[in-house]
């Protein structure tokens, strides 16, 4: 059973770095043609892909936020992490991790998903 | 990229069938995915590489893709069913997934 669960702080300051980690099980990333991703979901709005790394330590960026994200992983601990610097209030949502499949087919989708953590970016 | 258009709302009696809409140029030439989200929980993968269904996902869940649009057909809906549903593409000449604006599924 894949499981997978984002924990990080709940509220920060603006201009503060997020960091998020995403502990999951069920899988491995030391195995060929894994990989994880981040996406958000703002209050009442849709889902926004973040990131994604690979078993190979490839990693993506969604291109228009590239310069704040860093994507991450360790292996052994089963986790991977986010980190987004400079935060702002429309930064603010529901911040998830998922199990990502199909990429070999060049058709990616996100099959297992965490449960989410809210993140809200306030002074 | 892509520019993934669903409508905001689709309503639909016990029973009947929901089709729920994604659009964009030329879709049919990519694999879509659908999502549903029910309030307060994560996403659920419904349908895969626009026809394919997880484990565990009822049959009366479906999905086709051709030219410029791709559908998500609920069949004999029920009302636990209510949700919103969301389709996602993976645009691969610049690895970005793309999701759509979401769909409200409401069951009178």
């Known amino acids: 059973q894949v499981t997978l669960k984002e924990s990080g702080p709940a509220l920060l300051k603006p201009t503060q770095t997020l960091t998020l980690t995403c502990t999951f099980s069920g899988f491995s990333l030391s195995m060929s043609r894994m990989r994880v991703s981040w996406l958000r979901q703002p209050p009442g709005k849709a889902l926004e892909w973040l990131a994604r790394i690979d078993w190979d330590n490839d990693k993506f960026y969604n291109k228009s936020l590239r310069t704040r994200l860093t994507i991450s992983k360790d292996t052994f601990r089963n986790q991977v992490f986010l980190t987004m610097t400079n935060m702002d209030p429309v930064d603010t949502g529901t911040y998830y991790c998922?199990?990502?499949?199909?990429?070999?087919?060049?058709?990616?989708?996100?099959?297992?998903w965490g449960q989410g953590a809210l993140v809200t970016v306030s002074s | 990229s892509y520019v993934l258009t669903q409508p905001p709302s689709v309503s639909v009696a016990p029973g009947q069938t929901a089709r729920i809409t994604c659009g964009a140029n030329?879709?049919?030439?990519?694999?879509v995915h659908w999502y549903q989200q029910r309030p307060g929980q994560a996403p659920v993968l419904v349908v895969y590489a626009d026809v394919d269904r997880p484990s565990g996902i009822p049959d009366r869940f479906s999905g086709s893709n051709s030219g410029n649009t791709a559908t998500l057909t609920i069949s004999r809906v029920e009302a636990g069913d209510e949700a919103a549903y969301y389709c996602?593409?993976?645009?691969?000449?610049?690895?970005?997934?793309?999701f759509g604006g979401g769909t409200q599924l409401t069951v009178l």
């Open positions: 998922a199990r990502t499949s199909g990429c070999g087919r060049d058709t990616c989708h996100f099959d297992s």
């Open positions: 996602q593409v993976w645009d691969s000449s610049i690895d970005t997934g793309f």
């Open positions: 030329n879709i049919g030439a990519t694999s």
